[in-house]
């Protein structure tokens, strides 16, 4: 695995407002300019320089990105597929449903799973915030949200907290405790403030900082115990839909995508977005890393997915069907990376080989979108929410097959 | 008067159906005369509708259309008449494809959903307001309710309404009885889907508005940047090695022993894996092996691992790793306590647990520490993580610590449930210990480390003669 690109932070305090921040590094014909993204986002919107005109830029730039695709080009030789021909073929792969949540009154817009493999917090569009024990299917928290379409959630790394946030602009964090009348709506913080709805939010590394990404085109990065906001990314130009963190050692990248059908990779310390793909025909609604951290995968509204290298830096595979016309609204990867799953606006999930690009199997069972998919966090099994108010965890079937009814669910086996 | 709501902030469009232009080809595929459907003529009372397909015929187009499996044409079909292409003769409410004899038709282009323009609610207002009047006052409990709430709302548009509703009416009656009831058939299937009755979902339900409008011309522009592209087969062959050697860790291909906790219902695979262990196994040493990252994320290794550099003499390494690690994940308000911690405990000349820096890269730190920031430890953290991925980690492999937990290792056996053993399982599900108490007992550990940790002071031992040889 190729160490990542280290990109030199300076620090230090800016040229046009003098604060202490990280700096980027700009060049401004051949000199050298040492501004805090925030003071480059300013300089950048103030218009056109002596000389320029908007048609002229617009000309300029069209060239550039035709060259940046004929450099792509050149570097572009075999396709994914013919280099997996090598890789074994897989199984028949027969996904059961082991497990059906259902207690939300209606659609399930998001979930996460805690690094304990079994539990699962999920949001809904009523407002209501559910932490499950999916492995007992009990209920062990909620949280009714004071505002609807609760987009985003996340389960902290420690298991001791949850992020939510939709409509309300905000992402707010909820202590759990161990007893079980407890309100927790009394413990609540409000860390986040954007200028439009949240549409995703995650943890990083510790409980202490939240990255959200909000219908405002921007993203950004807060401290949970003051609020504050430590960095924020602009470069959208339409919602960010969806956001996640790299899972590399180095950790200091994510990628966000957005209704602008743009997946751009950014840096945390410094604010940059140092990478961009632009592919998409559609709005991108799901974007998530390849487990090595050296590639992600999105799902768009043009009902293809489709697998960019980091450093390639190019599209490396697509993943669509004739068959398959309804835009995909959410992906995972499997522990080793070799199965895609994708959820759909027709109430599907297919599985994808992610080498060979073919698809593996199509699941039925939802009666409405699929909102969100994740596998867990030891890749054991893997949950999809729909808009159908239900959740539903699956695994292989071979094997073991029996019912057994239980008071009011059913248990599938 | 104009109402101004306090809520814009520019979210007026609805999402991109890029979904509606694939289906729409389609759908035209689907009624050539000559390649398509199969259509014909059905009685209805005394009326006769033209252009009438049931719902087997329509599966089995589209399976030898698409080639796919029948179960996967029936949810695509049901799609198409969800989304109102095809709509149901009889059971008009339930919009869904039996693949049987029941009827539909073709929903004429005009009726089709388009992503220029929503469904108005004027254009369900005189719908609404038609019906009314030929149904002399006897609407569906849901329209009664939608039709309430227009009358409340549009007011003042009323009588524009009512007329347009009137000549509308009279214009009908002109017409011949079977247009008539065609069109009827249609405009009505037309407002099932756009608005549902309740208790249905509709399949134009797309979620919240979006900042862009889809119909807008698109406008390029982009930032130039350096690319530093790599040859891309060795790229992809990095995929195909990195499935090859993961291929065993994966549960979806490789059936995990003793076995997966959600087929079974017993979590004794969780219980192997955990962090506090005393032998792990078999499968986590391989995967321990892969590379030095997957050492440490995984606790167990990590474990491991401290206790191969306790025994070289170099656990500051980690701790330092830790520690920043702390730090720049960690709250802002303990940043300054935090480096100053890290300042004394490790960077300081003389320095209890003293890392082992190049000189540069300690000037450097040093003095960012000055004014202390989240990222100022990044060069130093690199440098030491860099040193113990490439030196001690390969020495770690070939120690007599991680052989011995090689051959030491359990290779658990594979569950064999019978079926009445199974449902016990399901019964007596584990609940598992809640993750606040396993993070407040790591936190303990933590701190007893710490304080195991802390440099020994002679002074203070030998004041409370601990020292004390008599």
């Known amino acids: ?413 | 008067m104009t109402i101004r709501t306090l809520r814009d902030y520019g979210q007026h469009y609805r999402p991109r159906m890029a979904c509606l232009k694939n289906v729409e080809v389609f759908v035209v595929e689907m009624q050539d005369p000559k390649s398509g459907v199969k259509g014909a003529d059905q009685k209805l009372n005394v009326t006769i509708i033209p252009h009438v397909i049931n719902g087997q015929d329509v599966l089995a187009w589209i399976v030898t259309k698409m080639k796919v499996t029948t179960e996967e044409a029936q949810a695509f079909g049901t799609m198409l008449v969800a989304y109102g292409y095809i709509y149901p003769l009889q059971n008009h409410r339930k919009l869904v494809l039996v693949p049987d004899s029941t009827l539909y038709r073709f929903q004429t282009p005009y009726f089709w959903p388009v992503q220029k323009w929503p469904a108005e609610d004027i254009d369900y207002a005189i719908y609404l307001a038609r019906r009314n009047i030929r149904k002399k006052g006897m609407l569906e409990p849901y329209e009664q309710q939608h039709y309430d709430n227009l009358h409340k709302w549009m007011n003042p548009k009323w009588d524009f309404i009512v007329m347009q509703a009137t000549e509308q009416y009279k214009a009908n009656k002109e017409r011949k009885k079977p247009d008539r009831v065609v069109l009827d058939c249609q405009e009505r299937a037309y407002w099932i889907v756009h608005r549902p009755p309740r208790r249905t979902h509709s399949a134009m339900d797309y979620g919240l508005d979006r900042l862009i409008d889809p119909n807008a011309e698109e406008v390029t522009g982009d930032i130039t940047r350096e690319i530093h592209s790599v040859y891309v087969p060795s790229v992809l062959l990095s995929f195909v090695k990195f499935v090859t050697t993961h291929h065993n860790h994966d549960p979806f291909l490789t059936t995990p022993v003793p076995s997966n906790p959600w087929i079974t219902d017993s979590d004794e695979f969780w219980q192997l894996n955990s962090r506090s262990v005393d032998i792990p196994t078999k499968l986590s040493v391989e995967r321990w092996v892969l590379s030095f990252w997957e050492l440490i994320s995984d606790p167990r290794g990590r474990v491991d691992f401290k206790l191969f550099l306790k025994k070289e003499h170099s656990a500051e390494n980690m701790a330092f790793y830790e520690a920043a690690e702390e730090m720049r994940w960690g709250a802002a308000s303990a940043i300054p306590e935090k480096s100053q911690f890290i300042f004394n405990t490790f960077l300081k000349p003389g320095a209890p647990r003293w890392i082992n820096i190049d000189g540069r890269t300690m000037g450097l730190t040093v003095k960012g520490l000055v004014v202390p920031h989240r990222y100022v430890l990044d060069a130093a953290q690199t440098h030491i993580f860099l040193l113990m991925k490439k030196d001690t980690f390969y020495r770690y492999l070939k120690s007599p610590v991680h052989k011995d937990m090689q051959k030491r290792a359990l290779v658990p056996a594979p569950h064999v449930f019978t079926d009445a053993q199974l449902e016990a399982n399901v019964r007596n599900r584990n609940p598992g210990i809640s993750p606040i108490l396993q993070w407040q007992q790591e936190e303990e550990e933590k701190a007893a480390a710490a304080v195991a940790a802390r440099p020994i002071d002679v002074k203070a031992m030998v004041a409370t003669n601990k020292l004390d040889r008599k």
């Open chain 1, 1 to 413: 695995m190729c160490d990542q690109t280290f990109l030199a932070i300076t620090f230090g305090p800016c040229d046009s407002c003098s604060e202490n921040r990280p700096l980027m590094n700009l060049y401004i014909k051949t000199e050298p300019i040492n501004y805090c993204s925030l003071c480059m986002e300013i300089m950048a919107c103030q218009g056109l320089a002596s000389g320029e005109t908007l048609k002229s830029l617009k000309a300029e730039s069209e060239t550039l990105r035709k060259k940046l695709e004929e450099e792509r080009k050149k570097l572009h030789d075999v396709e994914l597929e013919k280099v997996a021909e090598k890789a074994e073929a897989l199984g028949e792969l027969n996904m059961k449903t082991r497990r059906t949540l259902k207690g939300h009154g209606n659609k399930v817009l998001c979930m996460d799973w805690c690094k304990d493999k079994r539990r699962i917090v999920s949001s809904s569009q009523d407002g209501k915030v559910i932490v499950w024990d999916a492995f007992t299917t009990n209920k062990e928290h909620a949280v009714t949200m004071p505002t609807t379409w609760v987009m985003a959630c996340a389960y902290a790394p420690s298991g001791c907290a949850i992020a939510c946030g939709g409509l309300d602009n905000k992402c707010s964090v909820y202590p759990l405790s161990l007893d079980k009348d407890e309100n927790l709506a009394a413990k609540k913080k409000s860390v986040a403030m954007h200028t439009n709805y949240l549409s995703g939010c995650t943890f990083t590394n510790s409980d202490m900082q939240i990255l959200t990404s909000s219908g405002d085109g921007t993203s950004a990065l807060w401290d949970v115990e003051s609020g504050q906001l430590l960095q924020s990314f602009h470069g959208h130009s339409a919602d960010v839909l969806t956001l996640d963190l790299a899972p590399s050692e180095t950790g200091n990248t994510f990628v966000s995508g957005g209704s602008d059908k743009k997946a751009n990779v950014w840096d945390l310390r410094s604010g940059q977005n140092v990478q961009s793909f632009d592919t998409h025909d559609s709005d991108i609604n799901c974007v998530k890393y390849y487990p090595s951290g050296d590639a992600f995968a999105s799902a768009s509204d043009d009902s293809t997915c489709r697998l960019f290298d980091l450093r390639a830096d190019r599209e490396v595979s697509i993943y669509s069907k004739d068959s398959i016309m309804f835009g995909a609204a959410s992906v995972d990867f499997s522990l080793s990376g070799r199965l895609l799953f994708a959820g759909y606006n027709d109430y599907t999930i297919n599985v994808w080989d992610v080498l060979k690009g073919t698809r593996v199997a199509i699941l039925f069972g939802h009666e409405n979108r699929v909102s969100s998919l994740r596998v867990s966090p030891d890749g054991t099994a893997f949950c999809s929410g729909s808009w159908d108010n239900t959740l539903r965890v699956r695994q292989e079937g071979r094997g073991v097959g029996r019912e057994l009814k239980q008071g009011g669910t059913t248990l599938y086996g």
